[in-house]
């Protein structure tokens, strides 16, 4: 009890101290968003729109882009730019850093948060999807934040990193997706110390998810597990927040925090927890 209520106090205390949000420092931002065709991504690009932001939107489908882009003219972006990209080739990420330095004369917000499809399954071995999806959720991030450095150096911008709790516990049925967002952890992880020694301008925040209500994800685990998931719009706002008052992690929901103790805490029942959360039969 004693364990739980310290728990608490400290979350309360963490609550307290963080920086309020002031949407106004987002009017006329200069945001670039990648994996905005759908998902949280596109909720992102809808926040930043109503919170009068100027933006330019990636993803690979041209077409849907568009669709996004005019509504977030709509609903109040100064500014709503896009340009189709994958990122599983070696010039697109640095490409659409460059497309937004230049349209939008600067950046001050990067968020990265795109991810390529990968199946809901045991892994059988396919080691060419797994470097894929390596080149695609994580070597694009590097590129595109060592690309963009300069610039958010000079407007004393942020790096936004949107990641998973599955990058701090590994989990079954999505060996290589686990294997990326662990990458991204490590990489930015490190990249933060380095910056603050460095005494540089630019904030890192680094987003632990848990599971959200997007498609692409209910697809997946919908009839498979009983884990709730969270509304997409309401992650999104969260990241943004996080990034605009420049913290450098975020647990959306609330108690993936905890979770992710709990693995260094009770290691056995976590394991246990993680392989009964799903139905499964060999
Ligand atoms: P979605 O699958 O809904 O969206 C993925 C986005 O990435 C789409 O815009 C897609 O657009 C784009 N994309 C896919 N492949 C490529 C590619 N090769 N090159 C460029 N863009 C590509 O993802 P979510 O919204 O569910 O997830 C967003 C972020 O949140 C991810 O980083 C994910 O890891 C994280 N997260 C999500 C959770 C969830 O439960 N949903 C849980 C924890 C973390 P297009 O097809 O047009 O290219």
Redo the contacts with the bound molecule.
Sequence with gaps: KILLASICVAFIAVKWSAPSFNPESLRGARVLV????????EQMAYHYARFGAQLVIT???EK?LQQVAEKCLSLGAQKALYIA????SESDPERVVDFAREKLGGLDYLIL?????SPFSMWEGNVEHVRWLMK?NFFSYVQMAWKALDSLEQSKGSLVI????LGKIPSPFVVPYTST?FAVNGFFGALYHELAMRKSNVSISICT????D????MEKVRGVTDVP?YP?TDAALNIIITGATRQPELFYPWFTHIVNLSKDWIPSATSYIIQNSYKYNP
Excluded: F, Q, Y
């Design positions: 990648t994996g905005a065709s759908t998902g949280i991504g993803a690979r489908r849907v990209a994958d990122m599983g948060n795109h991810i390529g499809p695609v949107v990641s998973s709790l967002k998810l848990g599971l959200i997007t498609d692409s994800a998931a997409a």
